[in-house]
């Protein structure tokens, strides 16, 4: 067998990943080893949409199913309800393809913020808990309680909501919301500031928040004024949620009164959680972080007691109950048991079910034994796209192999090696080889597999685009995910290079590998 860079290859290659019963078996022990790995304000301009209208037909909508006993007409009516205020919510085409180029890059958006004296304070005209007047840069809802960071009333904007929840906003004035970065005189102190570990201390920023305070010249406070044309930022602290630092500016007021925000997020931070015996931490069980997950994939949750043993799952299916542990998972629908991979008193390994409805949710951990609860509340995503690391740490080399065609051979070869100087796994050199050489990148992940379409998936090796042959799960195991990646021959000699994987726009941990 012959093959080169073409759709042929795309097909041979299909064809030996996906059915090579050998590569399989393979594929088999390296997902075993990294899985146990990973225990150790302006006039509104002219709009497409008219938004009166619309506000009325949802309204009107809310009327019928309230007044409707039939399930199945009722499910009908509130699809189109949640349809309807999607797009209520949604910013104009018109704000998407202004600042198009912008939109491209990383971890950027633009949003509607609706006013709550208009849509929410005794006066909710959404169904959405909060009216539409809140947001959540971490968790990218408007559903009011999932860690939210922003809201709009009555011209001012606010961040601190509930509980111990507290953060600071401060006026950049005309600052450029392209070229901003930490690095900006207002946003050191915001880049900058660790949040207390105790209540007593969470307590004392909110009412330092409150009253607002200067640093290097720069006024901050938990509410400011909303001006159009402005460019703002927020540091939004909620404990056991998320840690985020955001830049934004006003683009405009529309006929409702909501404006349009154009934002960029600047630094994650480590999300906060007081000292309590109580608390749990939920993460992608490969990338390890906590800003979303995806149904079917893989998370971790941490905690004390979780379990009262440690059990690991004999059999596929998956059992829902180990070590006297159980996890249920509520999306707005129902609540649905999680298959678990393994129960310690410490961690749990799950699988998100995979009808587990885009949007958040509530994640409850119950220990028969105990008697104790944990609960926790996140947000799902269709793709939440986490690679597999060989440190089970999400960063550095990748758990995978080299696939390589040489003429009529194939063969699967190392990517990463133990370095015992520093104690860690570190890429291995990828030898592209002759000119008859064909080299892919095979990565393990989660959450992928509920990606729109192949041409959707982009990776870049040291910059470079390179060409996505597979992006789905492997065939025969739980909730395991690969991509097969083509190596451009150009990259020869580069050393180490970061490989970026964005799938529907959403950015995966990056990752290192050695190209010799």
């Not at 704000?95 to 633009?110: P, Y």
């Not at 739980?478 to 020869?492: M, Y």
Request: aromatic residues 10%; contains cysteine.
């Amino acid at each position: 067998m012959s093959c080169s860079k073409s759709v042929h290859c795309h097909d041979c290659f299909t064809s030996t990943v996906g059915r090579n019963p050998g590569l399989r078996i393979g594929l088999y022990f390296i997902t075993i080893f990294f899985f146990l790995a990973t225990i150790c304000v302006a006039s509104g301009a002219a709009q497409s949409v008219d938004r009166a209208k619309l506000l009325e037909e949802i309204i009107a909508l809310q009327d019928q199913i309230k007044n409707t006993t039939d399930p199945d007409q009722k499910a009908a009516l509130q699809e189109q309800l949640e349809s309807k205020e999607a797009l209520y919510l949604a910013p104009a085409p018109e704000d998407v393809a202004a600042h198009a180029e912008f939109l491209r890059q990383a971890d950027t958006g633009v949003i509607r913020l609706l006013p709550r004296e208009s849509f929410d304070l005794n006066n909710q005209k959404l169904s959405i808990r909060g009216g539409g007047c809140f947001f959540s840069f971490s968790r990218m809802t408007h559903e009011y309680g999932y860690g939210s960071d922003l809201s709009l009333e009555r011209g001012n904007f606010f961040v601190g909501f509930a509980g111990t929840h507290f953060g600071f906003l401060v006026s950049l004035g005309d600052a450029a919301l392209e070229t901003l970065t930490v690095e900006h005189p207002g946003l050191r102190y915001l880049a900058t500031f660790v949040p207390p570990t105790n209540e007593p201390g969470a307590r004392e920023q909110q009412q330092r928040a409150g009253l607002g305070f200067t640093e290097n010249g720069f006024f901050y406070r938990s509410r400011i004024a909303a001006t159009v044309g402005a460019t703002y930022a927020v540091r939004s602290v909620a404990q056991d949620a998320s840690d985020v630092l955001v830049a934004f500016q006003v683009l405009r007021q529309d006929t409702d009164g909501s404006l349009i925000l154009l934002w960029k997020r600047l630094k994650w931070f480590a999300t906060p959680q007081l000292r309590t015996d109580s608390f749990i931490a939920t993460v992608s069980a490969a990338s390890y972080g906590r800003a979303m997950l995806a149904p079917g994939a893989i998370g971790s949750v941490f905690g004390k007691n979780l379990s009262s043993a440690t059990e690991s799952a004999p059999s596929i299916p998956l059992p829902t109950s180990l070590g006297s542990a159980s996890i249920t998972v509520f999306d707005k629908s129902q609540g649905r048991f999680a298959p678990l991979f393994i129960a310690t008193p410490n961690q749990i390994n799950f699988q998100i079910p995979a009808e587990t409805r885009p949007g958040p949710i509530n994640l409850s951990i119950y220990n028969s034994q105990t008697g104790q609860s944990f609960y926790e509340t996140m947000h799902v995503t269709a793709v939440a796209p986490a690679i597999f690391t060989a440190n089970a740490d999400g960063s550095g080399a990748p758990a995978g192999v080299a696939f390589r065609l040489s003429g009529v051979l194939q063969s699967y070869e190392p990517i990463v090696r133990y370095d015992a100087s520093q104690m860690k796994f570190v890429p291995s050199p990828i030898d592209l080889g002759g000119t008859n050489d064909t080299v892919f990148l095979v990565v393990f992940g989660s959450g992928i597999r509920g990606r729109s379409s192949l041409p959707d998936v982009k990776v870049t090796i040291g910059g470079e685009p390179a060409e996505v042959i597979y992006a789905g799960p492997v065939p025969g195991l739980v909730a395991l995910d690969q991509l097969n990646i083509f190596i451009p021959r150009k990259l020869a000699g580069r050393g180490e290079v970061e490989v970026v994987v964005t799938i529907d726009g959403r950015v995966a941990n990056t990752f290192i590998i050695n190209i010799k």
